[in-house]
């Protein structure tokens, strides 16, 4: 009788053991399958910030590609008379405008070129770094192209 209650032990200790074992592997399962949904989550949001980067880089150089072809011109006498008194050139005051996001607002609104020059004429145009293709200016934001353009005409780019 000794023998039977000690076969019927161990298998209750071995079912034990395995229940225990099924048990474990469920939990790294679940464990792994958690991990592996995290990484994707992560995965997916960091190639849609991708995308967003890659979207205002090439709305911010489709911008600034098309306002030096239309204004730029305007932009270069405009520099030029400033700085060297050469003959100026009639441009439109509404024409000298640079669409920018205002943070604080969280609006676009329109930076005046002069403005922007004048303020910057005696001081010098400061090192920005773009991000995404944009500056930050105090509080605006616009394209870097244009502002690296302002800026080369300014600090000395040939006199057109």
């Given at each position: 009788m000794r023998y039977k209650d000690n076969e019927r032990y161990l298998a209750r200790v071995q079912s034990s053991i395995d229940a225990e074992k099924r048990m474990g592997q469920e939990r790294k399962a679940a464990r792994d399958a958690r991990r592996e949904a995290e990484r994707s989550r992560a995965e997916a949001a960091h190639y849609r910030a991708q995308e967003r980067s890659i979207k205002r880089i090439t709305t911010n150089e489709r911008a600034a590609e098309f306002w030096i072809a239309t204004v730029g011109v305007g932009v270069r006498g405009l520099i030029d008379t400033m700085k060297y008194g050469t003959a100026p050139v009639a441009i439109p005051a509404?024409?000298?405008k640079i669409r920018a996001y205002n943070v604080k607002t969280k609006t676009t609104e329109e930076v005046d070129v002069l403005d922007f020059i004048r303020r910057h004429s005696v001081t010098g145009f400061p090192a920005l770094a773009p991000n995404d293709g944009q500056i930050r200016y105090n509080d605006i934001v616009f394209p870097s192209t244009?502002?690296?353009?302002?800026?080369?005409?300014?600090e000395g780019g040939p006199a057109t």
């Open positions: 509404a024409v000298l244009i502002y690296y353009f302002l800026k080369y005409h300014w």
